[in-house]
């Protein structure tokens, strides 16, 4: 869940609409596909490691009992899927429905050309403000019907570690140096970090990102556009420098060129670290290697200069139907399915993450999760930037971080790297302002 695709901002002025798939001959179809025993089969395409999280067989069984119509689900290699869809997309044999992202993430989509629009669906109404915006497009309209809620990306800790030293959450820099001083002389790893999984390295940024965003209001414009460059923002280049000071006063664990996923996991939950950036959704994971964090392990935003700090939230991916489907009615007639409140609450309680729908809630809220709810309701959030900006930080822009932690780069180099790397992606792109 982490940082993922990005794509193009602009979208096709002029939409054919989905009649031209699906009209004249198709409208008996259409007639049968809302008729129990009708026999209309949709296809829903997916990536792989989508198929249990998205509870789509228990989706697919339950509809196919009520309506007499089938649901060929297609699970696709998560590492083939974006170039299939694209490539079905272009050209022709084209699910009827797919799972994918939002935001920028799913720009690509050119939803005016590709999608049928979803806007005047009875479910959308019970979304809630947040889940509206997650899933409205560029041009006002609905397209996606969420799967799942937001979660959130912060620093997590160990609540019962914080407790037994008096330590408050840090709200600036200085409490922060201050909390992590305190941890270091109690014997306590203030701050873990698990390099030989790079994607967990990859969580500072999502993290950092939101006071990066608070304190220049006009860049993610300018970014998107490429007026800026990333190391243009003073904020940006403190984070570097500021991870570079974490090493040097021994906040990080000695170990972490080495250190998996699951020994930051077990050093979190067993109280052995204090710290680690990650995402609200990894909560469950921490009581699996280290019983005893259950219900211990809770969120804050990263610190800022001034103490006001943002926490970074996710929106949903979603089911978005495609404009060659032949039986649109039944395929929005699945879409209704899930929205009913039986089904919204069956999703909530088998996924990490908090509600987008009205007066529906998420009833196996972890801590993390809780902190999270707390953040969006006192308003203190913003978007996560992989589904604002554009562009999908490339290895090149990720290895910054690596760099900066093992001491190999100094925190310029590093800024620079990261700069120098996504812009190198939306040139090979083609992206406006990027050529």
């Not at 965003?213 to 280049?237: C, G, V």
């Not at 009581?287 to 935003?301: L, Q, R, T």
């Not at 996560?384 to 822009?397: C, K, R």
Request: aromatic letters at 10%.
């Amino acid at each position: 869940m982490v940082a993922k695709r990005a794509a193009a901002l602009g979208v096709a002025a002029v939409m054919v609409t989905a009649a031209a798939g699906c009209g004249n001959s198709g409208d008996k179809e259409k007639k049968e596909s809302t008729d129990k025993g009708g026999g209309v089969t949709i296809t829903v395409g997916l990536k792989a490691s989508h198929v249990e999280i998205s509870n789509i067989n228990t989706y697919k069984d339950a509809w196919e009992k009520k309506t007499g119509n089938k649901v060929d689900v297609q699970a696709i290699d998560d590492n083939q899927f974006d170039s299939l869809l694209q490539t079905k997309m272009s050209t022709s044999g084209m699910w009827d429905i797919f799972i994918g992202d939002t935001g920028t993430q799913a720009s690509s989509y050119q939803h005016e050309k590709n999608l049928v629009d979803l806007s005047d669906e009875a479910w959308v109404d019970k979304l809630t403000d947040t889940g509206k915006e997650f899933v409205t497009n560029s041009d006002g309209k609905i397209y996606c019907f969420p799967n799942g809620g937001v979660n959130s990306f912060g620093i997590v800790y160990n609540t019962e570690v914080f407790e037994k030293n008096g330590i408050e959450i840090p709200k600036t820099f200085d409490e922060f140096d201050a909390v992590c001083e305190k941890l270091k002389g109690a014997g306590v790893t203030p701050l873990y970090v698990s390099m030989a999984d790079a994607w967990t390295v990859n969580q500072i940024m999502n993290g950092e990102w939101p006071n990066i965003l608070s304190a220049n209001p006009d860049a993610l414009e300018k970014l998107n556009k490429n007026e800026i460059r990333w190391d243009s923002l003073p904020e940006f280049n403190e984070m570097f420098e500021r991870l570079k000071s974490y090493v040097d006063k021994g906040y990080i664990n000695s170990d972490m060129a080495t250190a998996k996923y699951e020994m930051a996991q077990k050093a979190i939950g067993s109280g052995e670290a204090a710290m680690m950036y990650m995402g609200d959704w990894a909560d469950p994971e921490y009581a699996k290697v280290a019983p005893e964090a259950a219900g211990k392990i809770g969120m804050f935003a990263a610190p800022s200069k001034d103490g006001d700090s943002k926490l970074a939230i996710a929106g949903p991916g979603g089911y978005y139907i495609s404009n060659q489907c032949k039986n649109v009615d039944a395929a929005k007639d699945f879409l209704s399915f899930m929205a009913e409140d039986d089904n919204i609450k069956l999703n909530m309680e088998t996924r990490a993450c908090t509600s987008v729908w009205k007066d529906i809630e998420a009833t196996n809220l972890s801590k993390t999760l809780e902190d999270t709810q707390s953040y969006i309701d006192a308003g203190e959030t913003e978007i996560h930037y992989n589904q604002t900006y554009v562009i999908t930080p490339s290895d090149d822009a990720n290895s910054a971080f690596l760099s900066v932690l093992l001491g190999q780069k100094t925190p310029e180099e590093c800024a620079k790297i990261w700069s120098d790397s996504v812009i190198t992606v939306g040139k090979q792109l083609g992206f406006d302002g990027f050529k």
